[in-house]
């Protein structure tokens, strides 16, 4: 199954917020824009124990939230899930709605309240929730009419409740299909029942961006290295491993030793004379008392586990919590890693992976393979993960990436519409492998789009030598501008519309080249969106060159090295500190836009 939407209320810095979920989904934003509160959120809506205080409910001006809401909707449920889930509730479940609401006493004490979607029957029999002492009649009658079978009022005929708390889910099971199904209930889940969900649900493996190595090194049921020890252990025990099994009785041998049973005392004689001792002394205070001295019985797989260790081998054998975070950030990838291989070809495993900025600590062509994994582990798992490097973010995929902003003391969020991926060039991808710098536009707090490398030189070296038209202006840098090189006009449609969706403002910068042809239609998708982005109150811009820069300029006609002419007029305006007045006005007109776009609210 997959987590395709989730919808989350008074968490932290989210007022209120939906995201829809892809498989491999990249959350991008600035800090404390609240990435991390929404894989905090997924946490919590998956947690077997919810804990919270009252820092993690959402303040805002003249606004403070009593109650977290966390709302998760699955899809993709195979069919042994659907089983599963049958088997607990008794209907046909397509998709599973999940609800938590968490709210907090005046003792600062948090309790939760989880709730699920249940499908009902059209013929209310058939809801295992309807089943009662008072209504265990109506199935009696049912089967006296034929319409439900004997067995569902269990071996002695009576139809006891608990009787038809088992068999009716096993006649839903069996005959699934001829049910006619109407809306769902939702239904307050605790007890049994919600430790089965949580069984059936994905479990959350959370990496969080500054954390312990010790909390991945150190064996647990819940990180990657204890579920690769288990994986072990379990497979010797299958394979009746002799050696295993000699050391499970010399521990069952000493336990014996140890571990008090009633009516039976194998313990220590040496243990029993200590108990006899304490319990001597406490009675002389406390007179219908005793002293019990009893040890949990260990297993074997839980003790090796204890004393197991990580050590890396770097030229001095230390243990990895002892090496630098880079070191102790490959570890924990080389475990992911590890636990991907062990995945392929396994179709029992149900994991959703969290992971904050995996890029930390590793340098580029790491982060590039670290990339690599994460997506190669989503053919297997669900990845959601939390980034500012433009390296994790794949511009041949823009529909994963989810930007986060904070607007007004609340998390926002936008994606990519429908409408922008049709204009997806087949060339992004190799765009994207030639130049991966473009995707730092999803970080940016407003873009410069331009179509080839004559264009950037001109606005790096105006960027450079800024001071000389203005003392005071900041570089581009400084005002979160980032230029983006398109690689040519035709993918300007494709970038100007992923702009508008994500509200980034943006300045497009481009040729106009022929009135006729492919050039007349792109000239006018590019005008269409920047029209479409003001429209919707981004601050957009557009500047033309007729038919092209260098004839606009009037630099004459350039055929071949085209960057090297326009560096070469730069240098001779600077030496002579005589500077054309289309190069100032374009200048003014980029740093205008750059300083606007940062004052503008949606940024």
Same mark, same amino acid.
């Not at 080249?513 to 005008?527: A, F, P, V, Y």
């Given at each position: 199954?997959?987590?395709?939407?989730?919808?989350?209320?008074?968490?932290?810095?989210?007022?209120?917020?939906?995201?829809?979920?892809?498989?491999?989904?990249?959350?991008?934003?600035?800090?404390?824009?609240?990435?991390?509160?929404?894989?905090?959120?997924?946490? =919590?809506?998956?947690?077997?124990?919810?804990?919270?205080?009252? $820092?993690?409910?959402?303040?805002?001006?003249?606004?403070?939230?009593?109650?977290?809401?966390?709302?998760?909707?699955?899809?993709?449920?195979?069919?042994?899930?659907?089983?599963?889930?049958?088997?607990?509730?008794?209907?046909?479940?397509?998709?599973?709605?999940?609800?938590?609401?968490?709210?907090?006493?005046?003792?600062?004490?948090?309790? /939760?309240? %989880?709730?699920?979607?249940?499908?009902?029957?059209?013929?209310?029999?058939?809801?295992?929730?309807?089943?009662?002492?008072?209504?265990?009649?109506?199935?009696?009658?049912?089967?006296?009419?034929?319409?439900?079978?004997?067995?569902? &009022?269990?071996?002695?005929?009576?139809?006891?409740?608990?009787?038809?708390?088992?068999?009716?889910?096993?006649?839903?099971?069996?005959?699934?299909?001829?049910?006619?199904?109407?809306?769902?209930?939702?239904?307050?889940?605790?007890?049994?029942?919600?430790?089965? &969900?949580?069984?059936?649900?994905?479990?959350?493996?959370?990496?969080?961006?500054?954390?312990?190595? /010790?909390?991945?090194?150190?064996?647990?049921?819940?990180?990657?290295?204890?579920?690769?020890?288990?994986?072990?252990?379990?497979?010797?025990?299958?394979?009746?491993?002799?050696?295993?099994?000699?050391?499970?009785?010399?521990?069952?041998?000493?336990?014996?030793?140890?571990?008090?049973?009633?009516?039976?005392?194998?313990?220590?004689?040496?243990?029993?004379?200590?108990? @006899?001792?304490?319990?001597?002394?406490?009675?002389?205070?406390?007179?219908?008392?005793?002293?019990?001295?009893?040890?949990?019985?260990?297993?074997?797989?839980?003790?090796?586990?204890?004393?197991?260790?990580?050590?890396?081998?770097?030229?001095?054998? %230390?243990?990895?919590?002892?090496?630098?975070?880079?070191?102790?950030? %490959?570890?924990? +990838?080389?475990?992911?890693?590890?636990?991907?291989?062990?995945?392929?070809?396994?179709?029992?495993? @149900?994991? $959703?992976? =969290?992971?904050?900025?995996?890029? =930390?600590?590793?340098?580029?062509?790491?982060?590039?393979?670290?990339?690599?994994?994460?997506?190669?582990?989503?053919?297997?798992?669900?990845?959601?993960?939390?980034?500012?490097?433009?390296?994790?973010?794949?511009?041949?995929?823009?529909?994963?990436?989810?930007?986060?902003?904070?607007?007004?003391?609340?998390?926002? $969020?936008?994606?990519?519409?429908?409408?922008?991926?049709?204009?997806?060039?087949?060339?992004?991808?190799? &765009?994207?492998?030639?130049?991966?710098?473009?995707?730092?536009?999803?970080?940016?707090?407003?873009?410069?789009?331009?179509?080839?490398?004559?264009?950037?030189?001109?606005?790096? +070296?105006? @960027?450079?030598?800024?001071?000389?038209?203005?003392?005071?202006?900041?570089?581009?840098?400084?005002?979160?501008?980032?230029?983006?090189?398109?690689?040519?006009?035709?993918?300007?449609?494709?970038?100007?519309?992923?702009?508008?969706?994500?509200?980034?403002?943006?300045?497009?910068?481009?040729?106009?080249?022929?009135?006729?042809?492919?050039?007349?239609?792109?000239?006018?998708?590019?005008?269409?969106?920047?029209?479409?982005?003001?429209?919707?109150?981004?601050?957009?811009?557009?500047?033309?060159?007729?038919?092209?820069?260098?004839?606009?300029?009037?630099?004459?006609?350039?055929?071949?090295?085209?960057?090297?002419?326009?560096?070469?007029? $730069?240098?001779?305006?600077?030496?002579?500190?005589?500077?054309?007045?289309?190069?100032?006005?374009?200048?003014?007109?980029?740093?205008?836009?750059?300083?606007?776009?940062?004052?503008?609210?949606? %940024?």
């Amino acid at each position: 199954m997959r987590l395709s939407q989730v919808y989350i209320s008074g968490f932290r810095c989210i007022d209120a917020l939906e995201i829809d979920l892809n498989q491999f989904a990249a959350l991008v934003g600035e800090n404390s824009s609240g990435k991390s509160t929404i894989l905090q959120a997924i946490d =919590l809506l998956l947690a077997d124990r919810v804990s919270v205080d009252e $820092l993690d409910f959402h303040r805002s001006t003249g606004n403070h939230a009593d109650t977290i809401k966390i709302r998760g909707i699955f899809t993709d449920l195979n069919e042994h899930e659907q089983e599963q889930l049958s088997k607990v509730f008794g209907p046909v479940f397509e998709t599973i709605e999940l609800r938590r609401i968490i709210t907090i006493s005046e003792s600062g004490r948090s309790s /939760t309240t %989880t709730y699920l979607q249940i499908p009902q029957a059209q013929n209310p029999l058939l809801n295992p929730g309807y089943i009662s002492g008072s209504t265990k009649k109506e199935y009696q009658e049912a089967v006296e009419k034929g319409d439900l079978p004997e067995s569902i &009022l269990g071996s002695d005929g009576k139809g006891n409740v608990g009787d038809l708390k088992v068999q009716i889910p096993v006649y839903i099971a069996e005959h699934r299909d001829e049910i006619d199904w109407g809306e769902p209930v939702e239904q307050e889940i605790k007890g049994s029942d919600l430790r089965e &969900l949580l069984n059936i649900l994905p479990e959350t493996l959370y990496v969080p961006a500054f954390d312990r190595i /010790t909390d991945h090194v150190t064996p647990k049921s819940t990180n990657i290295l204890g579920k690769l020890l288990d994986k072990i252990f379990a497979e010797m025990e299958q394979d009746g491993n002799t050696e295993m099994a000699r050391l499970n009785r010399i521990l069952n041998n000493l336990t014996s030793k140890f571990e008090y049973k009633a009516g039976k005392d194998t313990r220590l004689p040496e243990l029993v004379h200590l108990e @006899n001792k304490l319990s001597e002394f406490v009675q002389s205070v406390m007179p219908s008392s005793s002293v019990r001295l009893d040890f949990e019985t260990p297993q074997l797989h839980d003790l090796l586990a204890s004393h197991f260790e990580i050590k890396l081998d770097d030229g001095v054998v %230390t243990p990895v919590d002892r090496k630098g975070h880079g070191a102790q950030r %490959t570890m924990i +990838w080389s475990l992911l890693r590890t636990y991907l291989e062990e995945l392929s070809g396994r179709g029992d495993a @149900n994991v $959703l992976f =969290l992971v904050e900025e995996p890029e =930390l600590y590793l340098h580029p062509q790491a982060q590039r393979v670290m990339l690599d994994v994460l997506r190669r582990l989503s053919d297997y798992e669900q990845v959601i993960y939390s980034t500012h490097s433009s390296v994790f973010i794949d511009l041949s995929h823009p529909e994963e990436v989810r930007l986060i902003r904070k607007l007004q003391m609340t998390t926002q $969020l936008d994606q990519i519409s429908e409408y922008t991926l049709q204009y997806t060039p087949n060339e992004t991808r190799l &765009l994207t492998w030639v130049d991966d710098d473009r995707a730092e536009l999803f970080f940016a707090k407003s873009v410069i789009l331009v179509e080839g490398d004559t264009e950037k030189v001109l606005l790096g +070296w105006m @960027n450079q030598q800024r001071y000389e038209i203005d003392k005071k202006q900041r570089s581009l840098d400084e005002l979160g501008c980032q230029v983006v090189v398109t690689d040519g006009k035709f993918a300007m449609p494709f970038y100007t519309s992923l702009l508008n969706d994500l509200k980034i403002p943006y300045f497009v910068i481009y040729d106009h080249d022929s009135s006729r042809g492919q050039h007349e239609e792109t000239n006018g998708h590019i005008t269409n969106n920047v029209s479409r982005g003001r429209k919707q109150g981004l601050v957009t811009q557009e500047q033309v060159f007729h038919p092209f820069l260098e004839k606009d300029w009037g630099l004459g006609e350039v055929s071949e090295g085209k960057v090297d002419k326009m560096l070469g007029h $730069l240098e001779e305006w600077f030496e002579k500190k005589e500077f054309p007045t289309s190069y100032t006005n374009l200048c003014e007109s980029v740093y205008d836009f750059a300083d606007s776009a940062r004052k503008s609210p949606g %940024t």
